[in-house]
């Protein structure tokens, strides 16, 4: 047979990636587009909020990590399996024991937004593992764009060791090129073998893993603006550079450096531009997500 008898050179859509890339513009507009994105621009960090988004991410990773090893030989998955240079469920668990302490298992909340996230990884991996490709597309490859700039944010922001520790999920330790391992990740994708309706399904699956993040984190803002009005704080408030609490006022097993601070980085900004801080962490994880729909341009 030759090249142009081969039945990808019949496929009415570009290669996989490209058509990803494509397939998933509108909502990465959207992304940009929320008050998350702008607020994040601000740098306006609340270190318990970053916690929440942790632990949900944690939730994520464990039900995509399984499926994808129930997956790896499967011809839709594995020409992309590399669990030792992406996997990131290890690196979570580190920084929750970092942040909550050695009981942080029995800690952690699973909201519902973060639970119908998990239920679709698992209906996919069970039952439609030709898709399970985009859900791996949209966390990996946007957590590996944003992992060293989110990193740094989070470091300084937070007032985090120079050393790393609550920081591991950001951190790739196997992939040496970031540029390099996506370029040919994406190599590895576009060799996948399926015809043009599968594809289909998976670009309209990857649409759907975007906003199922999106989700999440809207619910995660939702639960601390709930939280904020219950206590008396006030939604609105003026960003500035808090000391950290010390040690001797703190309870439980939890580092005590990390309870209950807040940290503005943009203590120059007006009140009337300035909104709640706990948006600023939300908005750098759901970066991550949508540098997925930035690292091909």
């Not at 998350?36 to 994520?60: A, C, H, I, P, T």
């Not at 590399?82 to 979570?92: D, M, N, W």
């Not at 199922?212 to 003026?238: C, D, H, T, W, Y």
Request: glycine share 6%; charged share 25%.
């Amino acid at each position: 047979m030759t090249a142009s008898q081969s039945p990808r050179s019949h496929s009415a859509l570009p290669d996989l990636s490209e058509a990803l890339k494509e397939a998933t513009k509108e909502v990465h507009q959207q992304a940009e587009d929320t008050e998350f994105m702008r607020n994040f621009q601000k740098g306006q960090v609340s270190l318990d909020e970053f916690k929440l988004v942790m632990s949900s991410l944690y939730f994520v990773y464990d039900a995509l990590e399984e499926e994808i090893e129930r997956n790896k030989t499967h011809p839709g998955y594995a020409p992309v399996y590399f669990p030792v240079e992406l996997h990131r469920k290890a690196a979570l668990e580190r920084d929750l024991e970092y942040f909550y302490g050695p009981q942080w298992r029995q800690e952690i909340p699973c909201p519902k937004a973060t639970r119908k996230y998990v239920d679709r990884l698992h209906q996919v991996g069970q039952h439609e593992p030709d898709l399970l490709v985009a859900h791996a597309y949209t966390r990996y490859l946007g957590d590996l764009s944003g992992g060293q700039v989110l990193k740094k944010i989070a470091q300084k922001a937070l007032q985090l060791p120079t050393s790393g520790e609550g920081l591991a999920f950001f951190t790739f330790d196997g992939v040496s090129s970031a540029t390099k391992f996506k370029q040919m990740y994406r190599a590895r994708m576009d060799a996948i073998e399926m015809d043009d309706s599968t594809k289909g399904k998976v670009l309209e699956e990857a649409k759907t893993a975007f906003l199922l993040n999106v989700g999440v984190f809207e619910e995660l803002q939702e639960m601390v603006s709930n939280s904020a009005k219950k206590n008396g704080r006030p939604i609105q408030e003026e960003p500035e550079l808090h000391k950290r609490i010390p040690s001797g006022i703190s309870n439980g097993s939890r580092p005590a450096a990390y309870r209950n601070e807040k940290i503005g980085m943009s203590s120059h900004e007006s009140t009337s531009d300035t909104s709640p801080l706990h948006w600023g962490v939300l908005a750098a994880i759901l970066l991550v997500v949508a540098a997925v729909c930035m690292y091909a341009i």
